[in-house]
Each structure stands twice: as C-alpha cells, then as structure tokens.
C-alpha cells in the first residue's frame, strides 16, 4: 500500500479525499479536502457501539455489512478524480482502517492512490505546529475604524499578487455584533478555522521554501473573530504587528457600512439588540427608533460615532507601530500601499 506524510504532500497538485463520516468532516477537515465518507453519521454510530461492545472483529464485520454498495460509488468518484491528473491522497481519522480498505480497494481495482500517514489527526498536528512556527511569518496589520475599506485593500493585494490572510473570510465572521452579516450566518468551527490558517501559511511555504521568512498583508483583530479564537502566540504577532493606518472620509464609510451591513438584512435587527447595554438606554432608543423609521444613513451614522470613540483608543494605543498612514479613495490608498511597500516593511 502506497503511502504519504502530511509534510511530502505536494499541495498544488494534489487531491485530498477526505473517507471520514460527514459528521466529522463538518467538525474539521483538510482545508480543500473532499468529503467522500465510507459510512454516514448514525452507521459510524452504529460501529463504534459494537466495538465497544463485542470488539474489533465484529465491529469490522459490522462495518463491511453498512457499507454495502458505497464503494462502487467511491470507485466511480475516484475514477473521475484520477482524470485531474493529480495525487490522489486518501485519509481518514487517524490513517487505519478506513483510509486503509479505501486505498487497498483502489489500488486493487488499478486507481493510483496514497494513504495519508496518521490521517486527520496527524495533519491537525501539523497545523498547530505551523501556527506556532513563529519564525516562519510576519504580519503587515491593516488597521482603521469601521467603515474604512479594509477587507476590500486585502483583497486587492492579494489580487495584485501579495501575500495576504483574511481572517474574517476563514472564519466567516467579520468580527462585530454584525458580522455574521456578510456572511449570512455562515459559522465556522475552531478547528476549520484553524485549518484554514495554517493551509494559507504552509502552502506559501510550499511555494517560497522554509528558509524564507514570508511578510502577509492581515487585518489588525482582537483575539476573537465570531466563535473562533486566534491560538495565543499566533495572536501576539498580529497584536505586535507593523501597523498600516487607513483614513477615510466619514460620509464615505457610512455608504460603506450600509452597503456592506445593510439594516434590511433578516440578521440586523438581532445585532442590533445585542448593543442596548453597550449603548445605553437613551442612544439604543434613538438607533431603534430610525432603524424602525428606515432612516438608515442616520442609523449608520450614530453607529459609527460610536464605534469610533470605542475604537480611538485601541488605534491610539498602536501609534508606535504604525508605520504609515494613507486617506483619499481605495484605489489610490491601494497604490499607494503597492507603491511603498519596502519602505514599511522594513521601517523600523
């Protein structure tokens, strides 16, 4: 039986098949994988009872009795896989018996195919330990109040060929009360997260080689993003991170913010609610009652004065690592950010 380690697999031209429940593929998977599960969440069930109860032996032959007919539909999946021309690498819970049978099958039946060497657990471990190769990356933060376009320079940076992570699109979440807003409530467990991270780093690292120290343009963020949480010492270099600075007009974030956040959205008024004791009493009946008006610049408006005294002091609190500052439109702060990039990444 063909087999490979996390650390030998060549990400750009291969294909991750993930053999696992889809239970456990929700809970967490290889960033990219595709679920093609052996046996689904109540036959999984089912197994690891009989294990417990009668033991190995009768928990495979239960096992091979659930499946049934799913691996002709594997084989047909694979066989359509195989025509990508890229490595077929199979893993499962900790690289066994499933991984295993799917990979003996296939070769068997001539589809070229590798076991992935301690399987889901296995890569899990080299994400963690790829978040803590602190040695590895640096970050550039891209800090502002709300409003002022972040996302949408990251993107463009990325688009022009830098190296970026956008931590709010791996966790499907943009941060605030708000954020399940454009990403119509999208949740994202801690361990995808996670995966979702690390497979940004390692790829690059893939492609740069391990000797390089690689720069990545993030948005600067607290600890928290939604549900997920940034592992201690990965949060401390964007915490510490040089510091780009961007500055718009306020008339235009507010047309932001209502294009990004808009108050029609099924979600708004939830988070909405969720700001009274933050707000105030007399503040949160002033935005209910012109979120109720549909006077939604005004909404907007009232909201980002307040996020702007709750933000002064943490972009205050950064001033000595900023290292540059740029206002005027996207497109021009977006050039200007191409245009200079040496001289901040190496200031001092």
Known sequence: MKEIFIESIDWSNSILVDTRSSGEFETGHIDGAI???????????????????YGQEKAIELGLDLVGNRFLDIYKTL?????QNKTIVIYCARG?????TVVSLMESLNINCFRLVGGYKGYRNYVLSTLED???????????YTGSGKTEILKMLEKDGFLTIDFEEKAT???SVFGKIPFDGEKTTQQQFENRVASVLYRAREIYGDKKKLTFFVEAEGRRVGDNVFPKNFYEKIKNAKTILIELPFDERVKRVLKEYPPTHRFFKEALTQLK???GGELFKKVLNLYDS????SLISELLKYYDKKYAHS???KKEQIVAKYSGSIDEIFKSIKEERLQWILAK
């Open 277 to 279: 004791e933050l707000l």
């Open 294 to 297: 549909g006077e939604y610049y």
């Open 35 to 53: 679920s093609l599960p052996i046996l689904d969440n109540e036959q999984r069930a089912k197994v690891g009872v009989c294990y417990k109860k």
């Open 173 to 175: 979440h943009a941060g």
């Open 315 to 317: 972009i205050d609190a």
């Open 134 to 144: 602190l040695d590895f990356y640096n970050f550039i933060a891209i800090n502002g």
């Open 79 to 83: 066989k359509k896989i195989e025509k």
């Open 96 to 100: 066994g018996m499933r991984s295993g």
